[in-house]
């Protein structure tokens, strides 16, 4: 069973710049690479909302509406690693972030229901101050 720990949360001032890490361990078989992976958020009160997507091999990403042009997911599958990079971060970003590998090769849009995800990481938790 793949594990994902996430890391790399914390608190960062509105306008700057924040790092997330997702590690997968895979202690029977390679199957991170061979999965697209996602980035989802969670605001106190809110529900769980799509962030970010990319593909098995990087090929595609697909973004929200509210990060495009603003974050930038990534993978490196040679040390089982996703990663976003957050950019002019706004208190509206606040939340706990999480990984989720998916079923898939294809990237996950907004609309891929949460039954497309196997594993999901524990989250970390992000905080914007205005």
């Known amino acids: 069973q793949v594990q994902l720990v996430e890391s790399g949360g914390g608190l960062v001032q509105a306008g700057g710049s924040r790092s997330l890490s997702c590690a997968a361990s895979?202690?029977?078989?390679?199957?991170?690479?061979?999965?697209?992976m996602n980035w989802f958020r969670q605001a106190p009160g809110k529900e769980r909302e799509f962030v970010a997507s990319i593909a098995w091999d990087g090929g595609i990403t697909l973004y929200s509406d509210s990060v495009k042009g603003r974050f930038t997911i990534s993978r490196d599958n040679a040390k089982n690693t996703m990663y976003l990079q957050m950019n002019s971060l706004e208190p509206a970003d606040t939340a706990v972030y999480y990984c989720?590998?998916?079923?898939?090769?294809?990237?996950?849009?907004?609309?891929?229901?949460?039954?497309?995800?196997?594993?999901w990481g524990q989250g970390t938790q992000v905080t914007v101050s205005s």
């Open positions: 989720a590998a998916a079923r898939f090769p294809a990237a996950q849009g907004p609309d891929a229901p949460f039954s497309n995800f196997l594993y």
């Open positions: 895979e202690p029977s078989e390679p199957t991170f690479s061979a999965r697209a």
